[in-house]
């Protein structure tokens, strides 16, 4: 089968708005992603577990593109936006060995531009990075919905 999808790139662009005293601060700044064919987008609900036992599976990170399975291989970008106006969103981030985590507030987004990541507790210098294989989520107090995007060559 020949495919009929043109890749496109994708250009993420960043603005910081500050005044502070009648001065203004701030910056643009924009990164092109290129030869991007897939994208995944999606909004979805995470349920809440106070224990932190349960993690809503968000996206895997695979060899080959599957069902709920993105290709590591062509990574490019990936967004996530806690939708929620009161609770926060507590995000999971796994490689090969190791996770981190990140708690994304009401209303706030949280990108990664890069697949590798390396999660050491106990050490102050970087390891060996590694794929990302899968991003969960749990919600704080209450289900909320969040929306995500995945975009890959």
């Not at 089968?1 to 960043?14: E, F, G, K, S």
């Not at 092109?32 to 599976?57: C, L």
């Not at 796994?94 to 708690?103: C, E, I, L």
């Amino acid at each position: 089968m020949a495919t009929t999808v043109t890749a496109a790139d994708l250009t993420v662009t960043i603005t910081e708005s500050y005044s502070l005293n009648g001065v203004d601060y701030g910056n643009t700044t924009n990164k092109t992603f290129t030869s991007n064919g897939e994208v995944i987008q999606r909004i979805m609900t995470i349920a809440a577990d106070a224990g932190r036992a349960s993690w809503t599976n968000i996206i895997n990170f695979g060899a080959a593109d599957a069902a709920g399975v993105a290709d590591i291989t062509n990574y490019k970008y990936f967004r996530i936006k806690n939708l929620d106006d009161t609770n926060f969103l507590e995000l999971r981030v796994t490689g090969t060995a190791d996770s981190f985590f990140v708690k994304i507030k009401a209303g706030e987004s949280f990108l990664l531009m890069d697949n590798e990541i390396d999660a050491v507790a106990s050490s102050t210098t970087i390891g060996t990075l590694t794929d990302i294989t899968q991003i969960g989520a749990n919600a704080n107090t209450d289900a909320i919905d969040i929306e995500f995007v995945v975009v890959t060559a």
